[in-house]
């Protein structure tokens, strides 16, 4: 299983962009790197994912490096609602199994 | 409305009484699983299935049984609860295939063994 690493935590003022990393050296070729958040204890929520192309929508951009050893989710403009658990997960070969770690904990601060 | 739904999502039970935890999607979803979230340990996945009848282990899947008779559902089963399986549980779904990871969650259920 293609494993993702994380920090754990992350501070971000409001209004700047928030850039969570991650890293997953031993994705492969045809694996698709998504990503979540999770507010409080509600169920996560699907933000955005990627294959090899950078990604935009109206939540945030994925950038993936040309390697695809890692990559960063940006919001460009953070609020204090984007204070939230984020989840970078990489479904092994498209299979069943998700793994999704511990993920980075970012605070949103005035 | 497109959604996923546990139910119960608040429950105290006692050990060794047997409980079903119950998830139902109306997306018409494939892929179905179920997680365990715990302080300090992130979402770890129980129990998955990739269509009906068909079912597989996850990460975490000692003391629990699911079962996928049908598409919508995907219920989990506790035979014999005990204190370590206090936790709160997601089920989720997705169309499967490619899009596996485009995972839609449920609201949770918060489950106390006593």
């Known amino acids: 299983d293609a494993k993702t690493t994380q920090p754990p935590s992350m501070d971000c003022a409001e209004g700047r962009a928030a850039n969570l990393p991650c890293n997953h050296s031993?994705?492969?070729?045809?694996?698709?790197v998504y990503w979540y958040r999770q507010i409080h204890s509600q169920g996560p929520q699907y933000i955005i994912h990627?294959?090899?192309n950078n990604e935009t929508n109206e939540m945030a951009s994925l950038i993936i490096t040309e390697d695809r050893k890692s990559s960063t989710l940006i919001l460009p403009h953070a609020t204090l609602r984007d204070t939230a658990v984020y989840y970078c997960i990489v479904p092994y070969n498209q299979g069943g199994k998700l793994i999704f770690g511990q993920g980075t904990e970012l605070s949103v601060k005035p | 409305e497109a959604q996923v739904t546990q139910n119960p999502r608040y429950l105290i039970t006692v050990t060794g009484k047997k409980l079903t935890v119950t998830c139902s999607q109306n997306m018409n979803h494939e892929y179905m699983s179920w997680y365990r979230q715990d302080p300090g340990l992130g979402l770890r996945q129980i129990y998955y299935?990739?269509?009906?009848?068909?079912?597989d282990k996850g990460d975490v899947p000692e003391g629990y049984k699911v079962s996928r008779k049908e598409k919508r559902n995907f219920p989990l089963i506790l035979e014999s609860p005990s204190p370590n399986q206090t936790s709160l549980y997601f089920c989720a779904s997705s169309s499967g295939g490619r899009d596996t990871g485009e995972l839609f969650f449920g609201e949770g259920s918060r489950l106390t063994v006593l």
């Open positions: 990627g294959l090899k």
């Open positions: 031993t994705i492969s070729g045809n694996e698709y």
């Open positions: 299935s990739m269509n009906v009848e068909v079912t």
